[in-house]
């Protein structure tokens, strides 16, 4: 009777057991959303092709990249992007490996001499040696108190050596990952370093302002640099000769010589270009020429190519990206790799000086929010348009017939007519092309030397500019209706709602900015904000501009000022402290209300405003977190849906009306993300959900470790039958 007691509870605890570890299961239902979101696509010479049944990788389309380093051989780029490792093989044409670490947010990446593993250095103070095959961490580097900021490996191979912004630089063993060595003697972060072609020396470059030459086996200071005005940003050996170079933010660029037993220096000042704050500098392998980038804080991101023995330009280019970090030849010189913040990585061809290829063609500009159809419509790089729809989550493209130019989130290469109709974008040739949707059919070229396009808000009038004049062209009737010079090239342009005035801002913080009339060409000058402009927006009654601008001197203020269109003169000015990454990046007047919705660095949020007091009314945040700060905002024509996007992923707000009264209650909002690197949740609902995989992993792990114990149990109690039966 006891033995029949203990197989009924053996049996109980059986059920109990797997109907807890089902019901843990059931409970955390399967997320039916992919982990990878996929583009429709296909291969139709169709001009709008949507197929269900062929699907290409997003992953394919998005490279944002921060720094970059090629291989020795040439045969490969690795990328570091955000919390992932990227490989781009040269010859294929493609990635062969993409490796992401969820702890980790990279900085500067280097291969090794041998070509065989990476080093690349970490915002979580830790450095790591990988395989280039695998992507497996081989050894992990901990001993810096923050960050690491840039990296590099010894000629033969066994050291690499490490800057922090501690102020650090440690120089460890690549066999046993133990740190060797540690230079100190900078007075704050260290912002680049580079090993000596010899192996015997690093040059460092400092945010102190000094660059220091270390001895790497006695761990002393050859030499160090006067103190600049600026930090040295970028330090480089040249290949062949006992010289470094030192970029610096005030926009030097310095050639160091040893010479009786010191290093002099030289100012190269390149003719027919103006060095700006220098990010990063490279030399290329014959030791002939050095590609200098202008980013961050320079007025303009551009790349200068000099000869170094002529000190003559040899090339600029212009266009490229935002917050340029690094530029990279390829081995054999005939290319150039520029990288930037929150953006795609650009391959120049090196000898011809046209842009070969961008690699992931996923830069988003929103173009159009379609309220009746629940879509938003954004732009991309290369020939592809794309088309969201945020309530259904898909995915649809339009294929351009003509590659479009590459273009960013501050700039107009494509545009939407506001009824849909139409789309304008700037071809390579810099020419402007209008496509009419509803045939499918290229309807208009005009041959010009453009840089920006816009359409008004009437349908009728399209504007495009170059660096010097403004030009507005009558659709209808084909015809250009005026022709407006200006003295400074501009950064962005907005109508006014009636269409008869636009409003510019100067991609130059010395510039101000400028209200045009379209008609007249007359112009008026706004005065009364101390800064770069980031963005602009004007009131929907048209009464009120409001400029977004940032005081980059000291690092100290931003804010915004708002003027009256009757007579431009200033109504407000809101400025903010830099306190704790406060920076803001882009505005927007909403419709109905005296509101503007502001976005913040700080903390990726966004922040409904009153635009005379700077009060702040609401605050909206995303359902996902990444490293990417949101660039831009931007409201559909009624106010009822926000869109915000950034180099990775685009969220969108949708606004209520319980009021009936056609005005949207910024209080009832609901928000959707489409990320494609974290799919994440579709809504807020969805994402109070707990996460299937780990869910179901526990529970499955959990049914199982049950399992094995019952079997356990069950035999004990076999045993222990067998043996009472024996002694009965």
Same mark, same amino acid.
Do not use: Y
């Given at each position: 009777m006891e033995c029949k007691r203990e197989r009924i509870h053996s049996i109980? $605890?059986?059920?109990?057991?797997?109907? #807890? &570890?089902?019901?843990?299961? %059931?409970?955390?239902?399967?997320?039916i959303i992919p982990s990878k979101l996929t583009i429709m696509g296909t291969q139709s010479n169709e001009t709008i092709s949507i197929l269900p049944d062929e699907r290409i990788e997003l992953n394919e389309f998005l490279v944002v990249s921060s720094y970059c380093d090629w291989s020795p051989d040439g045969g490969s780029i690795v990328f570091s992007s955000y919390n992932r490792i %990227?490989?781009?093989?040269t010859e294929k044409k493609d990635f062969v490996l993409e490796k992401e670490y969820p702890e980790m947010r990279f900085n500067q990446v280097s291969w090794s001499p041998d070509g065989k593993k990476i080093l690349a250095g970490s915002m979580d103070k830790i450095g790591i040696?990988?395989?280039?095959?695998? &992507?497996?961490? %081989?050894?992990? $580097?901990? &001993?810096?108190s923050e960050w690491i900021r840039t990296v590099d490996w010894s000629p033969d191979g066994k050291k690499v050596c490490t800057g922090s912004g501690d102020g650090e630089i440690k120089i460890w063993s690549v066999s046993s990952g133990k740190c060797l060595l540690t230079l100190d003697e900078h007075e704050d972060r260290i912002w680049d370093l580079d090993w000596s072609p010899d192996g015997d020396r690093i040059v460092s470059g400092s945010r102190d302002g000094t660059a220091i030459v270390w001895d790497i086996t006695s761990g002393s200071i050859l030499y160090r640099s006067q103190v600049q005005s600026r930090d040295i940003g970028s330090v480089t050996w040249h290949p062949k000769n006992n010289v470094f170079y030192t970029g610096s933010a005030d926009g030097e660029l310095k050639s160091w010589t040893y010479t009786n037993n010191e290093y002099v220096s030289?100012?190269? +000042?390149?003719e027919k270009t103006e060095l700006m704050a220098i990010s990063a500098i490279e030399i290329s392998s014959d030791g002939n020429a050095v590609a200098v980038a202008n980013g961050y804080m320079a007025r303009i991101q551009k790349v200068d190519v000099i000869d170094i023995n002529q000190g003559k330009t040899i090339q600029v280019i212009n266009g490229t990206s935002y917050s340029?970090? +690094?530029?990279?030849? #390829?081995?054999g010189m005939d290319s150039l790799i520029i990288t930037s913040d929150f953006s795609n990585p650009q391959i120049w061809n090196a000898k011809e000086w046209v842009l070969e290829e961008t690699l992931g063609y996923f830069k988003k500009t929103v173009m159009r929010i379609d309220n009746e159809k629940n879509e938003v419509i954004f732009g991309s790089n290369g020939d592809i348009i794309y088309i969201w729809n945020f309530e259904e989550n898909i995915m649809k493209n339009v294929k351009l017939p003509i590659y479009a130019i590459d273009h960013d989130v501050d700039d107009h290469k494509v545009c939407f007519s506001p009824d849909g109709r139409y789309v304008c974008f700037i071809a390579q040739d810099m020419s402007v092309y209008i496509l009419d949707l509803t045939i499918k059919e290229l309807v208009t070229k005009i041959e010009a030397d453009c840089i920006g396009v816009s359409w008004s808000p009437n349908d009728e009038v399209l504007c495009f500019w170059n660096q010097s004049k403004l030009s507005t062209y009558n659709v209808h009737s084909d015809l250009i209706l005026n022709r407006i010079n200006y003295t400074q090239p501009m950064k962005k342009i907005e109508w006014a709602p009636d269409g008869k005035w636009i409003c510019t801002i100067p991609r130059y913080s010395e510039d101000l900015s400028v209200v045009f009339d379209i008609e007249t060409g007359e112009n008026n000058t706004l005065i009364g904000y101390s800064g770069i402009p980031y963005d602009l927006s004007i009131s929907g009654d048209g009464k009120y501009i409001s400029i977004l601008w940032s005081n980059w001197i000291g690092y100290s203020l931003n804010g915004v000022t708002t003027w009256e269109t009757d007579n431009f003169s200033v109504v407000s000015n809101i400025s903010v402290e830099w306190t704790l990454g406060m920076i803001y990046e882009s505005i927007e007047w909403a419709p109905y209300n005296d509101l503007i919705f502001i976005n913040a660095w700080k903390d990726n949020g966004i922040r409904l405003c009153d635009p005379f007091t700077g009060e702040v009314f609401l605050n909206l945040s995303r359902n996902i977190f990444t490293m990417a700060p949101i660039k831009k905002v931007q409201l559909s024509e009624d106010g009822k849906i926000l869109v915000a996007y950034n180099a990775r992923d685009i969220s969108v707000?949708?606004? &209520?009306d319980s009021d009936g009264d056609g005005i949207p209650n910024y209080n009832e909002h609901n928000n959707k993300t489409w990320d494609p690197l974290n799919p994440g949740y579709d809504d807020e609902e969805e994402g109070k959900e707990k996460n299937f995989s780990f869910w179901f992993g526990a529970g499955l792990t959990f049914t199982i470790i049950s399992f094995l114990a019952i079997v356990t149990v069950v035999n004990i109690i076999r045993r222990r039958m067998k #043996?009472?039966?024996k002694q009965k």
């Open positions: 109980s $605890l059986v059920a109990m057991i797997v109907i #807890s &570890g089902l019901t843990l299961i %059931i409970n955390n239902p399967i997320n %990227i490989i781009w093989d040696i990988i395989s280039k095959d695998t &992507g497996k961490i %081989i050894k992990q $580097l901990k &001993g810096h030289n100012k190269i +000042e390149p340029i970090l +690094e530029v990279d030849w #390829s081995p707000w949708s606004f &209520g #043996s009472n039966a």
